[in-house]
């Protein structure tokens, strides 16, 4: 009996052409948004940051959501910094504590000039989102930052959540502000425990 030849193995289809990032962003799947947001981290062309903030704003996927926020930390460039920052004044609370998260996890450079106009923004809200944000910066300003948010803001909340930073970041240089807060509210009960609690923090170091 003759050989019989072997069919020829069929040839293994060209790789995909890989998609646009950027154009991916938009697609139905919310696997290849995620996908999409995490390349866009690693190498982000020109406009990366505009294009996630708008995914930001529209997708209503955790995950893809998460991606985003990761991403724009990694991009971590002042434009990407100003994308985040609108989400702070958002009524969904994971999303406004994943953008502060985001900004945080950003050089102290970048992150500061995003959050320290939100310090004289009208909202008080607003206010102890960036008090939060930037009593977590290793910036060489930020004493100084929180110091003027005691002596000058006129709502007690956004003052106590200055103590509450400075007290976690160990600045007993602001002692003297912490006694300014508590004779501007002298009849407040709790902004004399909490200042009373940072001062023995201090000392306690």
Do not use: Y
Not at 5 to 24: F, G, H, M, N, S
Not at 26 to 35: G, M, S
Not at 78 to 96: K, Q, S
Request: charged share 25%; aromatic share 4%.
């Amino acid at each position: 009996m003759g050989l019989v030849k072997k069919k020829a193995a069929p040839e293994a289809p060209p790789a995909e052409v890989a998609r646009d990032p950027l154009a991916a962003l938009e697609d139905a799947d919310a696997a290849v948004r995620r996908d999409a947001a995490h390349g866009l981290g690693h190498s982000p062309p020109p406009g990366a940051e505009a294009a996630l903030a708008r995914r930001l704003q529209a997708d209503g996927d955790a995950g893809v959501r998460e991606a985003i926020l990761t991403a724009l930390a990694r991009i971590a460039t002042p434009a990407a910094a100003a994308a985040i920052v609108p989400f702070l004044d958002r009524e969904d609370a994971a999303l406004r504590n994943a953008a502060l998260e985001s900004l945080q996890q950003m050089p102290a450079e970048v992150a500061a000039p995003a959050l320290l106009p939100l310090l004289d923004h009208a909202d008080a809200d607003l206010r102890i989102f960036a008090v939060q944000g930037l009593g977590i910066l290793a910036h060489p300003d930020r004493a100084d930052w929180l110091v003027r948010v005691m002596e000058r803001d006129c709502d007690v909340n956004v003052g106590l959540a200055a103590v509450e930073a400075l007290a976690e970041a160990g600045s007993p240089e602001a002692l003297s502000s912490l006694e300014i807060l508590a004779r501007r509210f002298p009849d407040d009960a709790f902004v004399a425990f909490a200042v009373d609690a940072a001062r023995s923090s201090f000392r306690g170091r």
